[in-house]
T-cell receptor, first 114, second 116 residues
Framework: GEEVAQTPKHLVRGEGQKAKLYCAPIKGHSYVFWYQQVLKNEFKFLISFQNENVFDETGMPKERFSAKCLPNSPCSLEIQATKLEDSAVYFC????????????FGQGTRLTVV | AQSVTQPDIHITVSEGASLELRCNYSYGATPYLFWYVQSPGQGLQLLLKYFSGDTLVQGIKGFEAEFKRSQSSFNLRKPSVHWSDAAEYFCAVAAGSGAGSYQLTFGKGTKLSVIP
């Protein structure tokens, strides 16, 4: 497709529940990035993929967060045992090359942990 | 580590007035610089980018930005603001941990309000 598609748009989870977010990158784009936008507009880089391979996971909280990009499937970001502080908007972006020459962002998934 | 500072949290301008949003970056090498706009409840839209060459770059919606290495700045400008420009604006720098994927480091954004 011609846009980065993120689903769902909104997700509400009770503390301790699992949350799974999906991202379909633009067709032909090899790189996928996940960012977390918390209150006060702070963007935090989480992880990036080159095709199905993790390229940079320096921003990922190791304990409860995991992500995958499998062939012929949307990429996913999963949070096990959500906490209140995980409430944020999670953005996915894709780009053709890794230098984010044209990083196209999805509309985001708003996760609310109650 | 790289960082981006947007000194102005909130700016209000009258429709038709000129606009300048400030951005300062800290990065050891030649930066890749971006300006994105985010409307309420929306994703990020790329306005313009600077990689190399001409330090004055033109973007969409009539925006331009000037890269000044000596001042570590990449300020966004528009000669005449429209009411539809009201949004949150983010400056970002791309830095890599190696060849290939470059993550973006964002500033905290400047909210632009436009008075009719």
């Amino acid at each position: 497709g011609e846009e980065v598609a993120q689903t769902p748009k909104h997700l509400v989870r009770g503390e301790g529940q699992k949350a799974k977010l999906y991202c379909a990158p633009i067709k032909g784009h090899s790189y996928v990035f996940w960012y977390q936008q918390v209150l006060k507009n702070e963007f935090k880089f989480l992880i990036s993929f080159q095709n199905e391979n993790v390229f940079d996971e320096t921003g990922m909280p190791k304990e409860r967060f995991s992500a995958k990009c499998l062939p012929n499937s949307p990429c996913s970001l999963e949070i096990q045992a959500t906490k209140l502080e995980d409430s944020a908007v999670y953005f996915c972006a894709s780009s053709k090359t890794g230098v984010t020459t044209e990083a196209f962002f999805g509309q985001g998934t708003r996760l609310t942990v109650v | 580590a790289q960082s981006v500072t947007q000194p102005d949290i909130h700016i209000t301008v009258s429709e038709g007035a000129s606009l300048e949003l400030r951005c300062n970056y800290s990065y050891g090498a030649t930066p890749y610089l971006f300006w994105y706009v985010q409307s309420p409840g929306q994703g990020l839209q790329l306005l313009l980018k600077y990689f190399s060459g001409d330090t004055l770059v033109q973007g969409i919606k009539g925006f331009e930005a000037e890269f000044k290495r000596s001042q570590s700045s990449f300020n966004l400008r528009k000669p005449s603001v429209h009411w539809s420009d009201a949004a949150e604006y983010f400056c970002a720098v791309a830095a890599g941990s190696g060849a290939g994927s470059y993550q973006l480091t964002f500033g905290k954004g400047t909210k632009l309000s436009v008075i009719p």
